[in-house]
Nanobody, 122 residues
Framework: QVQLVESGGGLVQAGGSLRLSCTAS????????MGWYRQASGKQRELVATVISGGTTTYADSVKGRFTISRDNAKNAVYLQMSSLKPEDTAVYYC????????????????WGQGTQVTVSS
């Protein structure tokens, strides 16, 4: 019922920047939290950053000061500006939408995007 589509991944040299975008579409009344997670090869998926509908953000310690998450509630979109990228940032980045309501008072659901590859070369 809800689809998340990410874009903006790619190959970048260490020290460079990338901006990821994710837009949710479908039957959406509200989304409580939108976030970015990443999964490096052979590792578990980990939190990168989240932003609630009111704008409060959280970040993993490893990306604080380098990454900025933002959100456009009107577009059901979330963005991740990544700067000063390091080879250890290489991973598949996943967008998610948590606490999604399809109508007022409905149960809430969690949705994931398909992921976008970010590769940082040294």
């Amino acid at each position: 019922q809800v689809q998340l589509v990410e874009s903006g991944g790619g190959l970048v040299q260490a020290g460079g920047s990338l901006r990821l975008s994710c837009t949710a579409s479908g039957s959406i009344f509200s989304i409580a939290v939108m976030g970015w997670y990443r999964q490096a090869s052979g590792k578990q998926r980990e939190l990168v950053a989240t932003v609630i509908s009111g704008g409060t953000t959280t970040y993993a310690d490893s990306v604080k000061g380098r990454f900025t998450i933002s959100r456009d509630n009107a577009k059901n979109a979330v963005y991740l500006q990544m700067s000063s990228l390091k080879p250890e940032d290489t991973a598949v980045y996943y967008c998610n939408a948590d606490g999604v309501r399809h109508y007022s008072g409905s149960p809430t659901f969690l949705y994931w995007g398909q992921g976008t590859q970010v590769t940082v070369s040294s």
